[in-house]
């Protein structure tokens, strides 16, 4: 299926090149253990012990979970088109917690949101 990946853009360098600084893609939200590194036409899938990845059906529902994350003072998120392959699984979970919710205009989840057990990001949509 084919949808709109958030993720959280950081720029980091190597020891071998210290100058040198390369984009590295991760979730937009999950941190710590949970943490999911996206690399361009690779797909990805949730670390063991954790439930489905999370994206977005429209462009429209990507960007406007950007600029409710942007108020709560969390930046530096772009939007990729990706591929997915829906999850059976249609909450967020983890080993100790069995329904992560983000509570947005009255929705469990951002309006949009579809789950995933593989995610490919494709383009950067600007």
């Given at each position: 299926?084919?949808?709109?990946?958030?993720?959280?853009?950081?720029s980091?360098?190597?020891?071998?090149?210290?100058?040198?600084?390369?984009?590295?893609?991760?979730?937009?939200?999950q941190?710590?253990?949970?943490?999911?590194?996206?690399?361009?036409?690779?797909?990805?899938?949730?670390?063991?012990?954790?439930?489905?990845?999370?994206e977005?059906?429209?462009?429209?529902?990507?960007?406007?979970?950007?600029?409710?994350?942007?108020?709560?003072g969390?930046?530096?998120?772009?939007?990729?088109?990706?591929?997915y392959?829906?999850?059976?699984?249609?909450?967020?979970?983890?080993?100790?917690?069995?329904?992560?919710?983000?509570?947005?205009?009255?929705?469990?989840?951002?309006?949009g949101?579809?789950?995933?057990?593989?995610?490919?990001?494709?383009?950067?949509?600007?």
């Amino acid at each position: 299926m084919k949808g709109y990946k958030v993720v959280l853009v950081r720029s980091q360098n190597t020891p071998e090149h210290p100058k040198t600084f390369k984009d590295h893609y991760y979730s937009s939200c999950q941190g710590g253990k949970s943490m999911v590194e996206y690399l361009m036409g690779q797909p990805v899938h949730p670390k063991r012990q954790y439930g489905p990845l999370a994206e977005f059906k429209t462009f429209e529902d990507a960007k406007d979970f950007i600029e409710i994350l942007d108020l709560v003072g969390h930046r530096n998120r772009i939007i990729f088109t990706c591929e997915y392959e829906s999850s059976s699984d249609k909450k967020l979970w983890d080993e100790w917690r069995e329904n992560l919710k983000l509570i947005v205009k009255g929705h469990a989840y951002p309006q949009g949101t579809a789950f995933a057990s593989s995610v490919t990001i494709l383009r950067r949509v600007e």
